[in-house]
């Protein structure tokens, strides 16, 4: 990828995008605060909710964080909300996706100088993830975030190549409509074909946001990790969120067959937030195809049944829920309707026996992924499995739940 990019595209200065904040027409309610684990918290004067932990969990350190969100804080150029920090329009300065992008290019310039090949890899990483996070939350119709997306992609096929374990892009056919890209995550050291994790991400995330998931966690069990993006969001742009919500990874899930590198009778599902509902939709559907199904945070019921609960979370959130279902021009009540079909239990299927194993983490008074949608999970599973995450230390807890779903994913796949 040439440097060119960087100083005559990336930062030469537009205006005539639509700025992020303005893309979805829904009523907008007063500000509510909240932090929950894998969201982040929302703040007083930004529209996005800050991801900070998460971000830092990546590879982007707290520092380099801060400073990106102190010159969008500073900026004074013209902004759509005058009272929301992230809202500057147009790709200048003070822009979230300028900023993002910005920083996102020091790292990939340091790339292309960099000799050692495995710092290399370290900076198209780091460059990848800041890509990523100019783009968040991804709401369709931003140009910018398109871009970046696009950017951010490539940043990671970049690194993948200098890393531990072997990264392939694999195409999928989709009946009705364009193929998917995914990425099959390959172990090093381990001869193929692996026992493999189909990674169900959230609805504010890229598949190549979880490099360190695989690096960390599946890679030292001999594990593969194969990602999807969800519906309406990177390479799956295409496809419109629906209520068949594992549509997608459910004809991949079919094909893994015809992948000599995957081991098809040892597949087991990964999914955190909306990717839960994914996953857990593929256990009742799939069940011969799946050794296990884990979750986090699921967001399977409660949250998408609930205007209350709707009520209390963050306009970006609803947005971004909005803009998934494809309505960007809707009222509260209309949005409400719609998201109350994606519920699992009101679809059939939540609270009727599956023998997948299923495991169901959750964090206390979570108000995306309640303790009551894993419990019903857990329940729902002949071999079901409830793990209570601990808030405090946030980053700790967080670590070790991880590590305890990959050893009981893990045991489940060697069965």
């Known amino acids: 990828m040439s440097s060119k990019n960087l100083s005559e595209e990336l930062f030469k200065p537009h205006y005539n995008y639509p700025e992020t904040s303005s893309l979805v027409h ?9 932090e929950a684990t894998l969201d982040g918290s929302s703040q007083h004067g930004w529209y996005r909710m800050l991801n900070k932990l998460m971000w830092t969990w990546r590879g982007v350190p707290p520092q380099e964080i801060s400073e990106v969100l102190a010159r969008i804080a ?9 009272a929301l920090l992230d809202t500057v329009i147009g790709f200048r300065s003070g822009n979230w996706a300028f900023e993002w992008s910005k920083q996102a290019g020091l790292w990939q310039a340091r790339a292309q100088e960099e000799r050692d090949d495995s710092l ?50 694999l195409s999928f056919n989709i009946e009705g409509g364009s193929p998917i890209t995914g990425f099959l995550h390959m172990p090093p050291n381990t001869p193929a074909p692996y026992p493999t994790v189909l990674l169900c991400g959230g609805l504010d995330s890229l598949q190549s946001d979880h490099y360190r998931l695989f690096h960390d966690y ?18 799956s742009v295409k496809w419109r969120l629906n209520q068949d919500t594992s549509f997608l990874h459910q004809q991949v899930l079919r094909d893994l067959a015809n992948v000599p590198w995957i081991d098809h009778q040892r597949v087991a599902a990964f999914g955190y937030r909306f990717g839960a509902n994914v996953a857990v939709r593929l ?16 967001m399977v019921h409660s949250l ?40 699992l239990k009101v679809q059939g299927l939540l609270g009727r026996r599956t023998s997948t194993p299923m495991l169901a983490g959750y964090w206390p008074n979570d108000p995306f992924g309640p303790e009551e949608d894993a419990r019903l999970i857990a329940s729902s599973s002949a071999d079901g499995k ?29 069965q």
């Open 218 to 235: 599946l890679a030292p069990r001999g594990i593969a990790m194969l990602t999807l993006d969800m519906p309406s969001v990177g390479f």
């Open 386 to 414: 409830l793990l209570p995450i601990a808030v405090r230390p946030v980053l700790a807890n967080f670590e070790r739940a991880l590590n305890q779903v990959c050893d009981w994913l893990a045991k489940r796949l060697q």
């Open 74 to 82: 500073i900026s004074d150029q013209r902004h759509t909300n005058d």
């Open 304 to 343: 998408l049944t609930s205007a209350q609960q709707q009520d209390a979370i963050p306009d970006m959130y609803m947005d971004m829920l909005a803009s998934r279902l494809g309505m960007a021009f809707t009222s509260d009540s209309a949005l409400r309707t719609e998201l109350n079909r994606y519920s």
């Open 26 to 34: 829904r009523q907008h309610h007063a500000e509510v605060e909240v």
């Open 120 to 169: 290399a890899g370290e900076h198209w990483l780091r460059a990848s993830h800041l890509f990523s996070l100019a783009a968040y939350p991804y709401i369709k119709g931003d140009e910018l975030a398109d871009q970046a997306q696009t950017l951010a992609n490539r940043a990671y096929e970049e690194a993948t190549r200098r890393l531990p374990g072997e990264l392939k892009a």
């Open 283 to 298: 256990a009742y559907l799939e069940a011969p195809r799946l050794r296990a199904v884990a979750t986090l945070g699921p």
